[in-house]
């Protein structure tokens, strides 16, 4: 028994609660979480009405989620949730590249393609040569690296958010590197797009004031043998929406820099190594 609840003993009389027996990091998870909860409803003084609307809100978020659509990951996204526990929870090794955050919109098993392919299906959009090197930390080319791209097309949807209008598989493939390390494929200059805005997370960020504009970038996920699985993007060097990215998800390690090119069948050639780390726990961590 640890006593009747008072504010004032509201953490210790809630965590006091928890059995000897317990799961200890759950215990220790919670009573962290009680712990701020607590602390943020005396700090902005909650009011009845305000706690029945974010109970109305959440509510809603979970009636949004469908087999294709997950609002809570959005939710945590846009609060800069999604970026901080990929942080905490995945530091990396000076040296190797930055992730960033998954998204909803990646499908396993995309085709696996020639280098050189194109993954543009539709005809739509600035055509871009993708090209660059898988690296180890010491610069050594990794060879047998799977890289699985996805980008939006011209008109800023995935081919999963149209799927009676676009080709499936379009603007996805994987390719998987030889012994040089090098990868090269062709796609388009990505777009800009909002983020999924018709459900309570877009209302949220309208009450916020706030842009639902993610800046133009190519999805990757880089995967080999002995080394971290790393899942990032790529961003268009220049995007209006660089600095105001609803999910946070650009880092400046990750802007890569797009040229014009006058000649060759692409209009633009973007090149980006992706240095990955060994599979064990080495070196310290980023910052
Ligand atoms: C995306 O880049 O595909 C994405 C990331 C987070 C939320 C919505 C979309
Ligand atoms: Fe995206």
Request: proline residues 8%.
């Amino acid at each position: 028994m640890t006593g009747y609840f008072t504010p004032d003993r509201s953490v210790e009389v809630v965590t006091g609660r928890t059995s000897a027996t317990a799961d200890p990091r759950t215990a220790e998870v919670v009573a962290s979480l009680v712990e701020h909860l607590h602390a943020f409803v005396k700090d902005v003084e909650l009011t009845q009405g305000e706690w029945q609307r974010a109970v109305d809100f959440l509510t809603a978020t979970g009636r949004t989620c469908t087999d294709e659509r997950q609002e809570f990951v959005l939710l945590s996204d846009v609060l800069g949730i999604s970026m901080l526990v990929d942080a905490v929870a995945h530091p990396r090794p000076r040296g190797a590249t930055e992730s960033t955050v998954l998204g909803p919109f990646h499908v396993e098993g995309a085709p696996q393609r020639a280098m050189g392919d194109d993954i543009c299906l539709d005809g739509l959009g600035e055509s871009c040569l993708f090209e660059g090197r898988v690296l180890d930390l010491d610069g050594a080319p990794v060879a047998g690296a799977c890289l699985d791209v996805w980008s939006d097309n011209a008109e800023g949807y995935y081919d999963v958010q149209q799927p009676d209008v676009q080709p499936r598989w379009n603007n996805r493939g994987r390719f998987i590197t030889g012994a040089d390390g090098r990868y090269c494929f062709r796609g388009i200059k990505p777009t800009a797009y909002p983020i999924p805005d018709d459900g309570p997370v877009g209302q949220l960020l309208a009450a916020l004031g706030r842009s639902p504009y993610r800046p133009a970038h190519l999805h990757l996920i880089v995967t080999a043998p002995g080394f971290r699985p790393l899942v990032t993007h790529t961003f268009v060097d220049g995007d209006e929406y660089l600095g105001s990215d609803a999910v946070f998800g650009v880092k400046e390690s990750l802007i890569a820099t797009y040229t014009l090119t006058p000649q060759g069948p692409t209009t633009w050639r973007s090149t980006f190594d992706v240095v990955l780390a060994p599979d064990h726990p080495t070196d310290q961590p980023h910052q």
